[in-house]
């Protein structure tokens, strides 16, 4: 008889990697998939190779990983995406955010969380209040419909994933360690916490979370891709799916009606504006002006970072970034080379213009649509160049002002697709934290996000509760195009709640300082600054280290002032998983090229067409 399952790997344990290991970027003259689940990229191969584009793929992925890693993820959660359309070398941007609900006022949930005039309090992750409308069943239609190719229907791209849960699908390491953290939690949100465990006869309540390896079935999770497939958005936000979701948040004292998910079908994801920064620091015109395909010598050579506007919180990276760029030409930092890269002078500098940019985002990042949010100014280069200001070189900053709320538990996937077009998305969907709040809609396979624990419960506050507002997002998908002609150079992203700004600006840096490829910029150690929301206006100083980072370095950050705690094995999940595809041509045989790193901190990789 052959081997169980259990047979392939050694007992469950808490460590990241036995040994050390090492990945080679991956390339592609057609298009690639890179993210953090194989299967899930399997189904955005399928879809490519059926005809479709990069949007349709990217649906296809989501859904994918919606199956396969729904401790991060989910139609239950939000999107955001960035399209690059090669043609017209343009970056669109779409928000797939949820609402709160219309019964959703500020007096209604403090005093459903028990919180009397003047206590301050948060919603609480795992509290029913948590729960937001869902963007993402919506957001997936809009991204075909705006950006998909027209070749492929929406019953060929969710079809791979419908499959994965019909038939079954082996679990992931990491997915499965998250998974079985998450158990005692699924049981207890919901009375329908059993859809999304294993079936087990001899597992208590004849269900348990599922091992690496196992195969984990989840029909109900494709019956509901079934009537987004078949019955597009109104499937989803009428109907059985919607009256289920209703249903068990009122049931659990929560105040979202049917009409909340009525009014977002109506409105659908909202088409915006991306941000941008012009990059021209640390030399970047030199490095990159002899690498120029016909290049003349009087190009105006740098990159242009390319983020999702509020309630996306990535306009903190263009912040940094720029405060960054406004700091070497101040003079009081260095034009760096590959030697200082991840030096403590190097991260001394990251660490505190990102604690600049928090301090700004976690007051004025809200719904600009219900809120002011002065978007032009935050990123104006007179702004910047007066924030550099507060930068000293030789300790770390003590003033918390409005803190960085880096370290708040939450997980999300981001993934990058290309095709063979040259087109290219930036996307990604979350659950905010785990699996969200772990409650299950009956018969729908999925649970519902925690996103409104992102509020602000303070009067006055720009990002306060209000009925029908998005809150503070934490999940950006990022590009960046060439200044000098506007061509695609990457899309990009870093998952990981608050990390993922921090890890845009680091793995930026790290090909432009550093000399990084791809997939070694992802390799690379980070650090994590920052804790909680801003609101009770206590910032928690601690510098999250990666291990692997240099004992020099760390050694170099604390003589700084720096609080440094070295977080160590399943704990670096804090530090987000990555994933990047870079356009290049090669000059000989005039081809595009594309060329992809994924994050060793994830199950995935790169997959080629």
Request: charged share 20%.
């Amino acid at each position: 008889m052959p081997l169980t399952t259990p047979s392939l790997f050694p007992p469950a344990s808490h460590v990241f990697s036995k040994f050390a290991s090492r990945r080679s970027v991956v390339h592609s003259a057609k298009g690639i998939v890179s993210c953090s689940q194989p299967l899930a990229a399997k189904c955005g191969i399928e879809v490519l190779e059926a005809g479709g584009n990069c949007a349709d793929a990217a649906v296809a992925v989501a859904a994918g990983l919606n199956m396969t890693e729904p401790c991060s993820t989910g139609i239950g959660g939000d999107m955001f995406c960035l399209f690059y359309d090669a043609k017209a070398k343009t970056i669109s941007a779409m928000n797939g955010s949820g609402r709160s609900g219309n019964k959703c006022t500020l007096e209604t949930i403090r005093s459903s969380l028990g919180l009397k005039d003047g206590e301050s309090g948060k919603i609480p992750m795992a509290s029913v209040h948590a729960v937001s409308v869902p963007g993402a069943g919506a957001g997936w239609v809009d991204t075909v419909e705006r950006f998909g190719s027209g070749k492929v229907s929406m019953e060929q791209i969710l079809g791979p994933a419908i499959a994965l849960g019909e038939q079954g699908f082996p679990v992931s390491e990491g997915v499965a360690f998250f998974w079985d953290r998450s158990e005692p939690q699924i049981r207890q949100a919901s009375p329908n916490g059993s859809e999304m465990l294993k079936k087990d006869p001899g597992a208590q309540d004849g269900v348990r979370a599922p091992k690496a390896g196992e195969i984990m079935k989840n029909p109900t999770l494709a019956k509901t891709f079934r009537t987004l497939a078949t019955e597009g958005k109104k499937g989803f936000y009428t109907g059985r799916i919607a009256s289920e979701l209703v249903k068990v948040v009122r049931d659990l004292g929560g105040h979202l009606e049917l009409d909340d998910l009525a009014h977002h079908l109506e409105t659908g994801s909202e088409p915006v504006d991306a941000i941008s920064l012009k990059f021209r620091g640390q030399n970047v015109g030199k490095l990159l002006g002899d690498k120029l395909l016909d290049g003349k010598g009087d190009e105006d050579v740098g990159l242009e970072l390319w983020e999702h506007p509020p309630n996306g919180q990535g306009i903190v990276a263009l912040m940094a970034l720029g405060i960054i760029q406004e700091l070497e030409r101040a003079g009081q930092i260095p034009t760096w080379g590959p030697a200082d890269f991840n030096t403590a002078p190097y991260l001394h500098a990251i660490i505190e213009a990102l604690r600049l940019a928090f301090a700004d985002a976690s007051w004025f990042v809200a719904d600009p649509n219900v809120s002011a949010v002065p978007m032009p100014e935050l990123i104006s280069q007179p702004y910047l160049a007066e924030r550099a200001k507060l930068f000293d070189a030789t300790r770390a900053s003590q003033e918390a002002g409005h803190g960085s709320p880096a370290l708040r538990s939450s997980d999300t996937v981001y993934f990058a697709v290309s095709d063979g077009e040259g087109n290219a998305i930036s996307f990604i969907n979350s659950n905010f934290g785990g699996f969200g709040t772990c409650i299950v809609p009956a018969g729908c396979g999925f649970t519902l996000q925690n996103r409104a624990a992102n509020f602000s419960l303070e009067r006055g506050h720009p990002n306060v509760l209000e009925p029908r507002k998005r809150p503070y997002h934490t999940i950006i998908p990022a590009a960046v195009t060439n200044l000098h002609d506007g061509s695609l150079h990457s899309v990009f992203g870093v998952m990981g709640g608050f990390m993922q700004p921090q890890g845009h600006v680091q793995v930026l840096l790290g090909q432009i300082v550093g000399g990084l490829s791809p997939q070694q910029a992802l390799d690379a150690p980070r650090v994590c600054i920052g804790a909680g929301m801003s609101q009770d206006k206590h910032s928690d100083r601690v510098v999250a280290v990666e291990e692997g980072m240099p004992e020099e370095t760390i050694e170099g950050l604390m003589k700084l002032g720096h609080q440094v705690q070295v977080v160590t094995d399943m704990g670096r999940s804090q530090f987000g998983r990555g994933q990047i595809i870079r356009w290049t041509v090669d000059s000989v045989e005039n081809v595009g090229v594309w060329s992809a790193g994924s994050d060793p901190r994830g199950d995935g990789a790169a997959y080629p067409l």
